[in-house]
């Protein structure tokens, strides 16, 4: 299974910006796809998640500000972000969790929030 996450770029503070991550290969049912963050010196972090029933749950630093949302038949997960902050800037990976403990994540995609 491989994970390809794309969106990531340059946006000025207060901007938008919209994550995607493209599952691809032998998957075999999706549990949950979610999007991760991780600052340097800092611990990754849950950003996002979103289950096969739909349901969602997010940090609470981005609630109200970021959206995770599913196209099931393209087994892909968009995180929608508005009103960017500098704090925001960190790579963003995307992470699937599969029947039997399988657990998948991309490489990462880049968002810097600057002026």
């Known amino acids: 299974v491989q994970l390809v996450e794309s969106g990531g770029c340059l946006v000025q503070p207060g901007g938008s910006l919209r994550l995607s991550c493209a599952a691809s290969g032998s998957i075999f049912g999706v549990y949950e796809m979610a999007w991760d963050r991780q600052a340097p010196g800092k611990q990754r972090e849950l950003v996002a998640r979103?289950?096969?029933?739909?349901?969602?749950n997010y940090a609470d630093s981005v609630k109200g500000q970021f959206t995770i949302t599913r196209e099931y038949a393209k087994n892909t997960v968009f995180l929608q972000m508005s009103s960017l902050k500098t704090e925001d800037t960190t790579a963003y990976y995307c992470?699937?969790?599969?029947?039997?403990?399988?657990?998948?994540w991309g490489k990462g995609t880049l968002v810097t929030v600057s002026s």
């Open positions: 979103i289950t096969a029933g739909g349901r969602t």
């Open positions: 992470y699937l969790r599969g029947p039997y403990g399988t657990e998948y």
